[in-house]
T-cell receptor, first 111, second 117 residues
Framework: DAKTTQPNSMESNEEEPVHLPCNHS???????IHWYRQLPSQGPEYVIH???SNVNNRMASLAIAEDRKSSTLILHRATLRDAAVYYC????????????FGEGTQLTVNP | GAGVSQSPSNKVTEKGKDVELRCDPI?????LYWYRQSLGQGLEFLIY????????KSGLPSDRFSAERTGGSVSTLTIQRTQQEDSAVYLC???????????????FGNGTRLTVT
C-alpha cells in the first residue's frame, strides 16, 4: 500500500478552522484518499473520502491537490468534540481494500 | 440504524485460557475486518472476510488466532492459549462489498478490551 505522511500533532482553538495536511507522493491513479478519526476509547470513525475532486460532507471538507500527491482535511469550525487522532489512508483496489493505519495526527482543541 | 456491535465490551482472562470475541456487522455488509490496537499503538490489521470466506488472513499473528464468519453475518475471533501480549482492544469493522469495496467506508465497532492476567 502507498504510504502517507502526517504531522504527529496539531493544535487548534475552538470555533476556528483546522487544516490537517497529508502527503502521499506515491499514490497510484486508482487509490482513494480516506480520512478517519478516533476519539478516546472508541473505534475509528469514517470522516470523508475522495479520488480527484474536492469533497464536502456534514463533517468536513477534503481538498485534494491537482497532482494528488497531497490532501488536506478541513474542519470548518473546530469543537472540543473534534479532539481525536486523524488518520489519512490510501485505499487500493487489491488486498481486500484493507485500510492500513499509520500514526495519524493527534488534534488538540483548546477552549 | 444499528451500527457494528461487538461483545463482550470487556474481557479479563487468565493466561493460557481460550477466548472468543464476537462481531455483529451492519446488516447487508459483505466485507468484515478484524483489527487490534495495543495500548498507545496504532491499528494492526488481522483478517478480512468477504462473505464467509477469508481471502486475507495475513495479519493473524500466530496459529493461536483464528476467525470464522457464518451466514455472511456474525464473525467470531478466537484466541487459544492466551498470552499477556495478546492484551489489546480488538476492533471489528464492516463495509459494503463487491466492486465498490474500495470506495466504501469502513464502519467500526467500539471494540472488545481484552486483558490477559
Amino acid at each position: 500500500d502507498a504510504k502517507t505522511t502526517q504531522p504527529n500533532s496539531m493544535e487548534s482553538n475552538e470555533e476556528e478552522p483546522v487544516h490537517l495536511p497529508c502527503n502521499h507522493s506515491t499514490i497510484s491513479g486508482t487509490d482513494y484518499i480516506h480520512w478517519y478519526r478516533q476519539l478516546p476509547s472508541q473505534g475509528p470513525e469514517y470522516v470523508i473520502h475522495g479520488l480527484t475532486s474536492n469533497v464536502n460532507n456534514r463533517m468536513a471538507s477534503l481538498a485534494i491537490a491537482e497532482d494528488r500527491k497531497s490532501s488536506t482535511l478541513i474542519l470548518h469550525r473546530a469543537t472540543l468534540r473534534d479532539a481525536a487522532v486523524y488518520y489519512c489512508i490510501l485505499r487500493s483496489r487489491g488486498s481486500g481494500s484493507r485500510l492500513t493505519f499509520g500514526e495519524g495526527t493527534q488534534l488538540t482543541v483548546n477552549p | 440504524g444499528a451500527g457494528v456491535s461487538q461483545s463482550p465490551s470487556n474481557k479479563v482472562t487468565e493466561k493460557g485460557k481460550d477466548v472468543e470475541l464476537r462481531c455483529d456487522p451492519i446488516s447487508g455488509h459483505t466485507a468484515l475486518y478484524w483489527y487490534r490496537q495495543s495500548l498507545g499503538q496504532g491499528l494492526e490489521f488481522l483478517i478480512y472476510f468477504q462473505g464467509n470466506s477469508a481471502p486475507d488472513k495475513s495479519g493473524l499473528p500466530s496459529d493461536r488466532f483464528s476467525a470464522e464468519r457464518t451466514g455472511g453475518s456474525v464473525s467470531t475471533l478466537t484466541i487459544q492459549r492466551t498470552q499477556q501480549e495478546d492484551s489489546a482492544v480488538y476492533l471489528c469493522a464492516s463495509s459494503g462489498g463487491g466492486q465498490t469495496l474500495y470506495n466504501s467506508p469502513l464502519h467500526f465497532g467500539n471494540g472488545t478490551r481484552l486483558t490477559v492476567t
